[in-house]
Each structure stands twice: as structure tokens, then as C-alpha cells.
């Protein structure tokens, strides 16, 4: 077998020589199989993101090699490493990260458009996949009406749009409840078995270690093992976890019963706060808007939510709290990695859709005086891609653009929405003007 993936020597810190510098991965020196079914394990923060971000070129490292296919990443140009993005490497995540405006058919398609396919093309291919994913009746549906199970197999199939020959899950099970995670599992092995594709998965988890060939082990940003799992046996991080996990998932059904489809502030609130009166949860549902909108920070969302009820607070317990807490940072966290690789996606100008977008875009805010962040920047282009191509209708561009931007949407004011909205339409409707019939101008007014 032939290395598809070489690591030598890797280092990468965050904010180096900052105070507050972190070695996240340490002298990595690892070899990928082509056609193996690899885990990096090891307890939160120990850096298996960052080495699947490294992996996948989106992530800079300051030290080392990674080598796909023997060739080197860090010296591919900016385009070459976008197209090795696009059609190199398929990631899963655990959030989905699905575009919520988007129906199914068209989160899978997408890849493809960003390659320069046509969208008529790209849609028979994403029926395809979508076809293997036992999803076909879902295609004109929208991720939030999806359950989180049939979400997250549109986020593998998504994954394989572009036919990568590797597959990156990054803990692809962590929102499933477990007939779904068996799925998932079940699917990642068909597609290592059968298809030949090279998996590489992320966990902190052992049972979803069940059907992996090697494991690295990985603790405080190195690889302390190299695990070879004979076929047929089970890993032994496995079973030593077994039982701790079984009784860890069950004192935590709190985390797994929530639906990640419908994370907005009011079912969260009514989620985290069952058995609460409807003041408290009321009080707590506009605290978690405000923490979204990142109105207050995280010590102010924590005062707040333990503050007693008659002082303004929701008077919740210390140990509830922490509970809470961690949860909405989780999503907020969650949020923020979006927008990493959503920048990097934007950054890949070279791209032709990229290109056309931007112009659109400037276009679009010549006289707009407010500034937006990378991801509402993100989100507009998004708004016009769908536009442009017929995905959305001007409502839905209207109602993207006013969503509030910690919801996915733009976050514009209102007015701001509708003159940008109706400057996009500007655009789509002369367009229409040359196909339109004499008499069909006055239906439209
Ligand atoms: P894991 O995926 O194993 O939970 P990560 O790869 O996300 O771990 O993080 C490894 C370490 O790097 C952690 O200490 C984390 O806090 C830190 N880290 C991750 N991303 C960043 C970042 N963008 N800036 C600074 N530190 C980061
Ligand atoms: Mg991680």
C-alpha cells in the first residue's frame, strides 16, 4: 500500500510567541495508508481538529511537512490548495454545517458549483448521492426540517460531492442519538470497504472507534500511539471505555436529547430549562439572543443566568449554569469554525464563482456605510449565489439578509435588507426582460 498521506515533523502553535501561545500539534511524524480507516482519539483539546485542519490545508503550520500523494501542501499555490480543498478532501462535521437556506439537493450540489460545474450537472450528481444516502426523498426539503440523523448523512453526502479520495469526519457522531450514530458508522465503513476511500476520523468517543483500522493516539498536541486493529477485533481503547462510557452517556441525556436542527434561543431555552416556570425561561430565552448577538459576554451571560429571579437574573444553580453555559459556548464555538473555513473558501478568489460573487456584492453595498464581518460577508455572498441562480426567491433574500447573523443570515437592518434586496432583483430582472412576452410586463408590476 502507498502513503496518501505523509506528516513529518509538524508543529503548529496558535498566536505564537503571544503570551498566550498554544503548541497545539508536536513534532507529528505519521504515515496514511491509501485505503485505511484512520482515528486520531484522544480527550477534548488535544488537538485532533487542528490536524485535520492541517490535513486539509486550511490551517497554516508553522513547522514540517504534510505531504498528500507525496506532494507537498504548504508549496501549492493559493488555487491549487482551494481545488485540493474542493475536490481532495470531503469533510463531515459535527454540527452538519449544512446551508440552511439551502434545500437539501442544492447543500450538495454547492461543491460543485464552487468547482465551476453547471448547476444542472451538479443537481444529477447530487441525486446520486443523495440516492446512496437513502435520502432522495428529502432532495427538495431544507435542513431544519430534517432530523439530525438525516442531516448529518446530507452533510456525507455533501461531503463526497466532488468524489474525493478522502474522507475527513470531524466527530461526525457527537449530535446523533445512537441509531443514527450507527448509521453514520455503518456508512463510513461502506465507503472505506467498498469504495476504497482513505476515512479519517476525529473522536473523542470510543464506541465510535468500532470499525477503524489504526488509531493515533493523541495527547496535549502529540501522538503518543500508533494502535493497528487486526479485522475483527475490537480496539482495545474500546472496550477499556466501554463501560464508562455507556454510564456517562446516560447521565448526560440532557446533551443528546436536544434536536440540532432547531438550536434557536427559544427552544433551546425551553430545552435547557424543562420544569422552569415561563418567566425564567422567558428571561433566559432573551439572555441567550443576547449572548448569540454577542450583546454580553460569556462572564456576563454566567452573572446573569445566576443571578436571583426579583434581581433581574434567572436565578438558576451554580452546577445548572456551568451546564448551560458550556452548551451555548459550544454552539457560539461551533459558529466561529463555520466561519473559519467559510473564509477560506472566500479567500479562493481565483475560483470563477468567487469572482462574479464579489462583483455582485460591491455592487450591492456601494453606498452601504455599515460594516459587515467575514461571515455576514460570507453570508450575502451566499444570499446571491442562491439568488443569482435561481435557488432562493427575492423573500427569501429578503428574510436572509434581515436574519440575525448569529442565525446564519446577514444580520442587516431591515430597511438595509429590502434596498439590497431590491438592488439584487435590479439585476434578475433585467435578465428576465429578454425572455419576458409583451403582455407579461404588467402581471409584474
Ligand atoms: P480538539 O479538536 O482535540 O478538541 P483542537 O485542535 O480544537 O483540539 O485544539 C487544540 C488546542 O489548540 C487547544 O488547546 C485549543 O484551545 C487550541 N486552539 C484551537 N484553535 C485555536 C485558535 N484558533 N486559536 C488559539 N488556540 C486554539
Ligand atoms: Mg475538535
Avoid at 486550511?58 to 481545488?83: C, H, M, P, W, Y
Wanted: hydrophobic letters at 40%; a negative charge.
Amino acid at each position: 500500500m502507498s502513503q496518501i498521506i505523509k506528516i513529518e515533523n509538524l508543529n503548529l502553535w496558535y498566536e505564537k510567541d503571544k503570551p498566550i501561545e498554544v503548541h497545539a500539534l508536536k513534532n507529528i511524524n505519521i504515515g496514511i495508508e491509501r485505503g485505511d480507516y484512520v482515528a486520531f482519539f484522544g480527550p477534548s483539546g488535544c488537538g485532533k481538529t487542528t490536524m485535520l485542519y492541517s490535513i486539509s490545508g486550511i490551517d497554516r503550520f508553522q513547522e514540517g511537512k504534510v505531504l498528500i500523494n507525496a506532494r507537498d501542501i504548504s508549496g501549492l499555490t493559493n488555487q491549487e490548495l482551494a481545488i485540493f480543498r474542493q475536490t481532495g478532501i470531503g469533510i463531515v462535521f459535527q454540527q452538519f454545517n449544512l446551508v440552511p437556506s439551502l434545500n437539501v439537493l442544492k447543500n450538495v450540489s454547492l461543491p460543485m458549483l464552487f468547482v465551476g460545474i453547471t448547476s444542472d450537472k451538479a443537481d444529477i450528481e447530487a441525486r446520486k448521492l443523495l440516492e446512496r444516502l437513502d435520502l432522495t426523498k428529502y432532495a427538495e426539503r431544507y435542513p431544519y426540517e430534517l432530523s439530525g440523523g438525516q442531516q448529518q448523512r446530507v452533510g456525507i453526502a455533501r461531503a463526497l460531492a466532488n468524489n474525493p479520495p478522502i474522507i475527513i469526519a470531524d466527530e461526525p457522531l457527537g449530535n446523533l442519538d445512537s441509531v443514527n450514530a450507527k448509521m453514520v458508522l455503518e456508512f463510513l465503513k461502506e465507503l472505506n470497504e467498498k469504495d476504497g476511500r482513505t476515512i479519517i476520523m476525529v473522536t473523542h468517543e470510543a464506541w465510535s472507534l468500532r470499525d477503524v483500522k489504526t488509531i493515533f493516539h493523541m495527547k496535549d498536541g502529540e501522538i503518543i500511539d500508533e494502535e493497528k486493529i487486526e479485522s475483527g477485533n475490537i480496539p482495545s481503547t474500546l472496550s477499556k471505555h466501554l463501560n464508562e462510557q455507556i454510564s456517562s452517556m446516560s447521565g448526560d441525556v440532557d446533551k443528546k436529547d436536544i434536536p440540532p436542527e432547531r438550536v434557536t434561543a427559544r427552544i433551546l431555552a425551553n430545552f435547557l430549562l424543562r420544569g422552569y416556570s415561563m418567566d425564567e425561561i422567558i428571561r433566559f430565552e432573551s439572555l441567550v439572543n443576547d449572548r448569540f448577538d454577542n450583546k454580553i459576554d460569556k462572564k456576563e451571560f454566567i452573572k446573569v443566568s445566576s443571578k436571583s429571579f426579583k434581581d433581574g437574573g434567572v436565578g438558576l444553580r451554580k452546577n445548572k449554569v456551568e451546564k448551560v453555559t458550556d452548551y451555548i459556548e459550544g454552539i457560539i464555538n461551533k459558529r466561529k469554525d463555520v466561519e473559519r473555513i467559510y473564509n477560506f473558501i472566500n479567500e479562493s478568489n481565483e475560483l470563477p464563482i468567487r469572482d462574479e460573487i464579489n462583483n455582485i456584492r460591491d455592487w450591492l453595498l456601494e453606498g452601504y456605510t455599515g460594516k459587515l464581518s467575514n461571515l455576514q460577508v460570507l453570508a450575502l455572498d451566499q444570499v446571491i449565489s442562491d439568488r443569482t441562480r435561481g435557488f432562493i426567491k427575492s423573500d427569501k433574500v429578503v428574510e436572509t439578509l434581515d436574519l440575525s447573523n448569529s442565525k446564519f443570515g446577514v444580520g442587516l437592518s431591515f430597511r438595509a435588507a429590502h434596498l439590497i434586496s431590491e438592488k439584487l432583483e435590479l439585476i434578475l430582472n433585467d435578465d428576465k426582460e429578454e425572455v419576458v412576452n409583451n403582455d407579461e410586463p404588467l402581471k409584474k408590476l
